[in-house]
């Protein structure tokens, strides 16, 4: 039987297992196609090898299928995979060099850039990371995410008009997505935009009420136009749709506190304590809490 025949056959046969799910059984078939004289040669072959190997978190044999790949030829995605698996090792230097590696191959390699980026700003380097996503988002301009991490970081960086527009084009490529509603709330509320910023909290919880932080954003935001009413109601709701957040606990007891309903306040601080203890140093020092303090100083002590 022709032996490109039988390579093919065989990964064939993976592709179907692997799109099943059986990733063990795909790696079988994938290893019989490598084990034909021109299964050693076939680049794509073994490609394929090196993200089953990292789905099956091996990234010893990973890495010797992508350097066994740029030993046959300069292949941006055997750099490319390499500077994922250095990542996720925390080699964040030697995973840089092997990004700019594949891009030097392949100006154009969208992910390359995107994935760069992402690193820059995980390591706080926000000026890199601006430059990569920029090329990345002038490579695939309705890229969704591209624009909304760039957003995000223009957003840190107080330069809130450049982060508005990079929203607003996440939005036109999807209108809908609660992060990018969520994001357009945080900028409208620094531009002092209240209106619009409780408009776009409430699309967002709209979209999706596992995402515990829009209640926040939009509960904190009437706490400080003074409705603690409309505040306490809408950080419940929060509670209520994602009950294991500690952070909407905390909240709730502060705005309980102001409206002198100590027993339930102090209800919400043992939740949040028990559900993330690391909270009773940040408490102490929260003069919001001073009466809870005092009432029952026991619940912020680490030894309780």
């Given at each position: 039987m022709n032996n490109n025949y039988m390579m093919e056959n065989y990964k064939n046969i993976g592709k179907n297992f692997k799109r099943n799910g059986q990733i063990i059984k795909a790696l079988q078939f994938f290893n019989k196609a490598y084990n034909l004289p021109e299964g050693r040669k076939?680049?794509?072959l073994i490609l394929d090898l090196a993200l089953l190997y990292d789905e099956l978190d091996n990234a010893i044999m990973a890495e010797e299928k992508y350097r066994e790949v740029i030993n046959i030829a300069e292949e941006e995605?055997?750099?490319?995979?390499?500077?994922?698996?250095?990542?996720?090792?925390?080699?964040?230097?030697?995973?840089?060099?092997?990004?700019?590696k594949a891009i030097s191959i392949?100006?154009?390699y969208?992910?390359?850039y995107f994935f760069l980026a992402n690193l820059y700003d995980e390591m706080g380097d926000k000026e890199s990371a601006i430059k990569y996503y920029k090329k990345a988002?002038?490579?695939q301009p309705i890229d969704f995410w591209t624009h909304i991490n760039l957003g995000c970081i223009y957003e840190e960086l107080n330069k809130d008009y450049h982060a508005l527009e990079e929203m607003k084009k996440a939005l036109e490529i999807d209108p809908n997505h609660y992060m990018a509603l969520f994001n357009m709330g945080?900028?409208?509320?620094?531009l002092g935009n209240s209106n619009k910023a409780i408009e776009y909290y409430e699309k967002s919880i709209c979209e999706n009420k596992k995402y515990g932080y829009s209640f926040l954003n939009l509960a904190v935001l009437y706490k400080e136009l003074g409705s603690y009413d409309k505040a306490i109601h809408i950080i419940s709701d929060g509670i209520l749709n994602n009950p294991e957040e500690p952070y909407l606990y905390y909240n709730r007891a502060c705005f309980y506190v102001h409206?002198?309903?100590?027993?339930?306040?102090?209800n919400d601080i043992k939740?949040?304590?028990?559900?993330?203890?690391?909270?009773?140093?940040y408490m102490k020092k929260d003069e919001e809490l001073v009466l809870i303090k005092k009432i029952a100083p026991e619940l912020f002590s680490e030894h309780r």
């Amino acid at each position: 039987m022709n032996n490109n025949y039988m390579m093919e056959n065989y990964k064939n046969i993976g592709k179907n297992f692997k799109r099943n799910g059986q990733i063990i059984k795909a790696l079988q078939f994938f290893n019989k196609a490598y084990n034909l004289p021109e299964g050693r040669k076939n680049i794509e072959l073994i490609l394929d090898l090196a993200l089953l190997y990292d789905e099956l978190d091996n990234a010893i044999m990973a890495e010797e299928k992508y350097r066994e790949v740029i030993n046959i030829a300069e292949e941006e995605r055997a750099y490319y995979g390499l500077a994922i698996l250095y990542e996720d090792k925390g080699q964040y230097h030697e995973a840089i060099n092997y990004y700019k590696k594949a891009i030097s191959i392949n100006p154009y390699y969208h992910k390359a850039y995107f994935f760069l980026a992402n690193l820059y700003d995980e390591m706080g380097d926000k000026e890199s990371a601006i430059k990569y996503y920029k090329k990345a988002e002038e490579i695939q301009p309705i890229d969704f995410w591209t624009h909304i991490n760039l957003g995000c970081i223009y957003e840190e960086l107080n330069k809130d008009y450049h982060a508005l527009e990079e929203m607003k084009k996440a939005l036109e490529i999807d209108p809908n997505h609660y992060m990018a509603l969520f994001n357009m709330g945080v900028i409208s509320k620094k531009l002092g935009n209240s209106n619009k910023a409780i408009e776009y909290y409430e699309k967002s919880i709209c979209e999706n009420k596992k995402y515990g932080y829009s209640f926040l954003n939009l509960a904190v935001l009437y706490k400080e136009l003074g409705s603690y009413d409309k505040a306490i109601h809408i950080i419940s709701d929060g509670i209520l749709n994602n009950p294991e957040e500690p952070y909407l606990y905390y909240n709730r007891a502060c705005f309980y506190v102001h409206e002198k309903l100590i027993d339930e306040g102090i209800n919400d601080i043992k939740i949040a304590i028990k559900l993330y203890p690391d909270f009773i140093d940040y408490m102490k020092k929260d003069e919001e809490l001073v009466l809870i303090k005092k009432i029952a100083p026991e619940l912020f002590s680490e030894h309780r």
